[in-house]
């Protein structure tokens, strides 16, 4: 059972344009959502979390924008760099749950940012 | 150290050879997890410990599968009688104890032939 969908599977975007990836998830108990980074070779790196109670949170050229009602998220990367290439995955967990907060991802974008 | 140490970097072991996994978590960190990343795949959850406590190991795919955490740091993940389809990259992760976001090794890449 996937719970959490992510879309698209990968993207083509100039440098200095925007990067747009869409998660969606069905667990209603999920209420932390963060966004991992991933070069080849590298394991995933935290970019970027929001929780439910907010309906976007910004960090640099990063955002997440949140709807609750809709079971979406989204991670905006403005300004993109060709440092920025690499493999994004959205997840999901419930924070407190009693055997630690375990993550479901999604499948992941790829992104390349051309110069 | 400085962040999640994982060895080896790649294993490659034939059909039917057993196979272990080493973490070395980041110093202080109570919470360690297990996941597998299949090519092109997002990461699954494989196992949670809580100091040596493991908690929930309800990801494990086989009873081939098991992990340990004696002493509440290094932790090992051993696969029994490997088959082809165990090939992918396995992550482990420690954060501190609670919420919030945990940090990642690199992985060992272990082929199965």
């Known amino acids: 059972q996937q719970q959490v969908k992510q879309s698209p599977q990968s993207l083509i975007v100039q440098k200095g344009g925007i990067s747009i990836i869409n998660c969606a998830y069905e667990?209603?108990?999920?209420?932390?959502f963060p966004w991992y980074q991933q070069f080849p070779g590298k394991g995933p790196a935290l970019l970027i979390a929001i929780r439910p109670d907010v309906s976007e949170k910004k960090e640099g050229r990063f955002t997440i924008s949140f709807n609750k009602s809709a079971k979406q998220f989204s991670l905006h990367i403005m300004d993109s760099q060709p440092g920025d290439s690499a493999t994004y995955f959205c997840a999901a967990s419930k924070v407190y749950e009693a055997a630690g907060n375990k993550l479901t991802f999604g499948g992941g974008t790829r992104v390349l940012v051309k110069p | 150290g400085a962040g999640v140490s994982q060895s080896p970097r790649y294993k490659v072991a034939k059909r039917g050879q057993d196979v272990a996994l080493r973490c070395d978590p980041i110093s202080g960190h109570v919470s360690l997890f297990w996941y597998q990343q299949a090519l092109g795949q997002g990461p699954e959850f494989l196992t949670y410990?809580?100091?040596?406590?493991?908690?929930?190991k309800s990801g494990l795919p086989s009873d081939r599968f098991f992990a340990e955490r004696p002493e509440g740091s290094v932790s090992t993940l051993k696969i029994q009688r490997t088959q082809q389809e165990d090939s992918a990259v396995y992550l482990c992760?420690?954060?501190?104890?609670?919420?919030?976001?945990?940090?990642f090794g690199s992985g060992t890449r272990l082929t199965v032939v």
């Open positions: 992760a420690s954060s501190p104890r609670g919420a919030g976001g945990y940090t």
């Open positions: 410990f809580q100091n040596e406590a493991q908690l929930d």
């Open positions: 667990n209603t108990a999920f209420d932390y």
